[in-house]
């Protein structure tokens, strides 16, 4: 009974430990980190130091937010140049919204598929 108690004493603890040094925090739904260095992914090491987010693998991707064209449009007011999903209807692909309009990400002529 005693072991199990400490046990207890000690995970609560390092939860508490955890939460007083824990960097997110939250507004409505978001949740984000004001922490003005790197995030680095799949590795122990840092962020190489030019990377806001930096995501080691050599076994896994990256996967973009999938939707049809009609999710697509229904993103309310996208004011982000730069926002890239990947549609799967329609012609599907890649599209970014450059500020204005949703354009696809086309390759280069010559360019092959693999």
Do not use: C, H
């Not at 390092?14 to 739904?29: C, E, P, R």
């Not at 080691?56 to 973009?64: A, H, V």
Request: glycine content about 8%; proline content about 5%; aromatic content about 8%.
């Amino acid at each position: 009974m005693k072991k199990q108690k400490l046990f207890t004493i000690i995970i609560a603890l390092m939860i508490v430990s955890l939460a007083a040094t824990a960097q997110w925090n939250t507004s409505g739904s978001d949740i984000y980190n004001s922490n003005i260095g790197g995030v680095s992914v799949g590795t122990a090491g840092a962020a190489d130091p030019d990377a806001l987010l930096e995501i080691k693998s050599t076994t896994k991707g990256i996967l973009i937010p999938r939707m049809t064209k009609t999710q697509r449009d229904a993103i309310p007011t996208p004011i982000t140049a730069g926002l890239l999903i990947y549609q799967t209807n329609s012609t599907p692909g890649f599209y970014y919204y450059d500020g204005s309009v949703w354009v696809a990400v086309t390759p280069k002529a010559g360019a092959s598929k693999t």
